[in-house]
């Protein structure tokens, strides 16, 4: 559903005659001199190629990857990890779900200001160098995680102050300042995977009509490091997520907001929580539901999944009765590849109705419904619970 029309009005991001940072070449650089220590992209992350808004060629690795989870992800949405791992298993591929990793602290930067830039820096480097000990190459699940990571990135490669203050504080705790090759978004590995996850489609879902929300902190935040495709909206707006949909056959259908933030906003759901409870319905769900006919929305970070699904109820109390799945792209293929929508997407988790939704994409909800609660029923006896890999005590 993705029209000549929708590629006509939007207007290419990309600013003619403005050189953007070369943050990469001089990263490797720096690399050489011995400044940071780089964690390069090898041929066993078996790396794919795209394109950048800036034109630059950026390599997204595909294996052996170290999981760098989302607090909200993992507390709120647990089937969007989940669902991740559950696609590697799917092909085969090598990973670690990190079990020694802390959060990005990016919260305090855009929720209350009180963090710093030489603190968020050093979180960063200080995950880094986990990764680069582990051997595996670090894969970003959060937005914010991801934005913010880019930020320090940019500013630790500009400024030789910073990282001599964060390489004393790595000192101190027996690590090393470490920075990626490139910082990968989960959204960014999804794009590149997606004709490979659509060979394993088992639902049709060409009747489905979706629309997208793409998470600010993933194209907004140096924007130049994210993928644009001109199969995508004629490349002018990120591929990421609407690349998956169509690939698997859905419709992607455009609406006039879709720029706009969830509500989200950090700050001002904790000072402001009206505010981005009227926003996200009456600025997102409204304009996917009346002018797209949206099915379901399809979102690609945290804090945008859990707004745009938890804040309808505010709407419903006005007497706005929309009633729209939100869910993560990555959780919308693994049930159009057969995953179980119960123990593995975990929609029992999620608010707005989706069992319309389920039963659209061919999906008998009740059978799996029915297992689920044998399963926990199982659980409540003492059987040990179902897993995506063999744990390992150590």
Known sequence: MITDLARMRVPSRKAPGKKPFP????????????????????????PVEVECLDGRKKRIPTNKLWHHKSCGQCGNI????ASIMWFMNRFGLEYLDETNQTSCTAWN?????????LALAAVASRNFHRAYETGYYPLIHCGTSFGNYKEMR??????????DEVRKIMHKLGRELVLPEEIVHYSEWLHVMRHDIAKLRTQDVSQVVTTVHPACHTW??????????????????PAPTTSVLLALGAQVADYSTWNDCCGFGFRHILTEREFSRSFAVNRKIKPMVEEAHSDVCVTQDTGCTTTLDKCQWIGRAHG???????????QFAALACGADPFKLVQLVWHTAEWRPLLEKMGIDWRKYEGEYKEYLEKLRSGAQPESLYELKVE
Not at 23 to 44: D, R, S
Not at 220 to 237: A, C, L, S, W
Not at 320 to 330: F, G, H, I, N, T
């Open 23 to 46: 943050f990469h070449e001089e990263l490797l650089e720096l690399g050489e001199k011995g400044e940071v220590i780089v964690i390069p992209i090898k041929e066993e992350n078996r």
């Open 78 to 81: 647990p089937g969007y990890p």
């Open 109 to 117: 930067y855009h929720g209350s200001g009180t963090s710093n830039v």
């Open 154 to 163: 940019n500013l630790l490669v500009e400024h030789k102050e910073l990282r």
């Open 220 to 237: 907004k935040m140096i924007p130049e490091d994210y993928i644009y495709d001109t199969d995508v909206y004629g490349g002018r707006r």
């Open 320 to 330: 706005m009765k929309y009633e729209l799945p939100v869910m993560a792209d990555v």
